[in-house]
C-alpha cells in the first residue's frame, strides 16, 4: 500500500500526551493519550465519575493538568457549553442579551452590538427554532428552550472547536433532534465537537468516534470499535470512587491551555 500523501493525511486539532487530570493533585483521569482530527464529532463516554467533565473542564481550560500536556487547543478560539446544572436561571436577562454574549469575542466588553450583529443573533435564534422569545426572561424558558438558547449563543460564538458537557440531559426529544442535527452542521462545516455523552444509542447514531472512559482510557477511536460488551464491562469493572485520601499524583506537571467563554 503506498504511503499517504500529506494532503491525505487529517489535520490535528489537538493532541493529548500523557494528561492526568484531578484536584489538589489527586487524579481523576490518569495518562489519557489521544490525537483529534480537525472536525471530528466526539462523543465521551463512561461510568458515573469516570472524569468525563473533568476532561471537558480542562480542555476548557479551566483545570490545570497534574501531568501531561494539552497540545494544540492554544492556536483556536473554543466554546464550552457546561452542564445544564451549572446555568443561574435566576439570573436577571433577556434570551437576546444571552445569546448576544457569544459575539463577546467581535466585540468585547466596551463594543457596541450593530445592525450585523442583531441580524446574526436573529439568524443564530432561527436557526435553533427560539424566534419569537427574544425579550423573554430566561427563567421562564422550559429546559429545552433553554437549552436552545444557549446552543444559539454557542452560534454566534463561531468557535472552530466546541465543547459540551451532557447537553442533551434533562430535554425533550424533539429539542434533542434538532440540536443534534446542528451538530451535524458544524461538523459538515469543518468544526470539532467534543461532547459528553450518556445515551449509547445516541453516540452510535450521530457520533463517528467515542472515548471511553473510566478514569483511565479504556478505548478510543471508531465508535462500533469502542462500545464493545467487553470494553463497557471493563469500564464499569475499573470504576471506582474518587479517594480524598489516594496519595498525590507525582506526574510531571502539564501546560494549561488559555481560558475560554462559557
Known amino acids: 500500500m503506498p504511503p499517504q500523501t500529506p494532503s491525505a493525511v487529517p489535520a490535528t486539532t489537538f493532541v493529548l500526551r500523557d494528561l492526568t487530570l484531578?484536584?489538589?493533585?489527586?487524579?481523576?483521569?490518569?495518562?489519557?493519550?489521544?490525537?483529534v482530527a480537525a472536525g471530528s464529532l466526539v462523543a465521551v463516554v463512561g461510568p458515573n465519575g469516570a472524569g468525563k467533565s473533568t476532561l471537558i473542564k480542562a480542555l476548557a481550560g479551566r483545570l490545570r493538568p497534574?501531568?501531561?500536556?494539552?497540545?494544540?487547543?492554544?492556536?483556536?478560539?473554543?466554546?464550552?457549553?457546561?452542564?445544564?446544572?451549572?446555568?443561574?436561571?435566576?439570573?436577571?436577562?433577556?434570551?437576546?442579551?444571552?445569546?448576544?454574549?457569544?459575539?463577546?469575542?467581535?466585540?468585547?466588553?466596551?463594543?457596541?452590538?450593530?445592525?450585523?450583529?442583531?441580524?446574526?443573533?436573529?439568524?443564530?435564534?432561527?436557526?435553533?427554532?427560539?424566534?419569537?422569545?427574544?425579550?423573554?426572561?430566561?427563567?421562564?424558558?422550559?429546559?429545552?428552550?433553554?437549552?436552545?438558547?444557549?446552543?444559539?449563543?454557542?452560534?454566534?460564538?463561531?468557535?472552530?472547536?466546541?465543547?459540551?458537557?451532557?447537553?442533551?440531559?434533562?430535554?425533550?426529544?424533539?429539542?434533542?433532534?434538532?440540536?443534534?442535527?446542528?451538530?451535524?452542521?458544524?461538523?459538515?462545516?469543518?468544526?470539532?465537537?467534543?461532547?459528553?455523552?450518556?445515551?449509547?444509542?445516541?453516540?452510535?447514531a450521530h457520533f463517528p468516534q467515542t472515548l471511553l472512559l473510566a478514569r483511565e482510557p479504556i478505548a478510543w477511536g471508531p465508535t462500533a470499535n469502542v462500545l464493545t460488551p467487553a470494553n463497557w464491562q471493563r469500564a464499569l469493572h475499573m470504576q471506582e470512587p474518587f479517594d480524598d485520601e489516594a496519595p498525590p499524583c507525582n506526574a510531571t506537571p502539564g501546560t494549561p491551555v488559555r481560558e475560554v467563554m462559557a
Open 66 to 204: 497534574i501531568g501531561g500536556w494539552i497540545d494544540g487547543l492554544e492556536t483556536h478560539r473554543v466554546a464550552w457549553l457546561p452542564q445544564p446544572s451549572g446555568i443561574d436561571r435566576s439570573f436577571p436577562i433577556a434570551v437576546q442579551d444571552m445569546v448576544m454574549l457569544g459575539l463577546w469575542h467581535e466585540v468585547g466588553a466596551l463594543g457596541r452590538y450593530t445592525a450585523a450583529h442583531r441580524q446574526a443573533c436573529h439568524d443564530a435564534l432561527a436557526e435553533v427554532g427560539l424566534l419569537g422569545f427574544e425579550r423573554r426572561g430566561i427563567d421562564t424558558l422550559s429546559g429545552g428552550q433553554l437549552q436552545r438558547a444557549l446552543f444559539a449563543r454557542l452560534v454566534l460564538q463561531d468557535a472552530p472547536v466546541v465543547l459540551l458537557d451532557e447537553p442533551f440531559a434533562a430535554i425533550d426529544q424533539r429539542t434533542t433532534n434538532d440540536l443534534l442535527a446542528l451538530l451535524h452542521r458544524w461538523q459538515a462545516q469543518g468544526k470539532t465537537v467534543v461532547a459528553v455523552l450518556h445515551d449509547l444509542a445516541q453516540v452510535r
Open 22 to 35: 484531578g484536584y489538589e493533585q489527586h487524579p481523576a483521569v490518569h495518562h489519557l493519550s489521544i490525537a
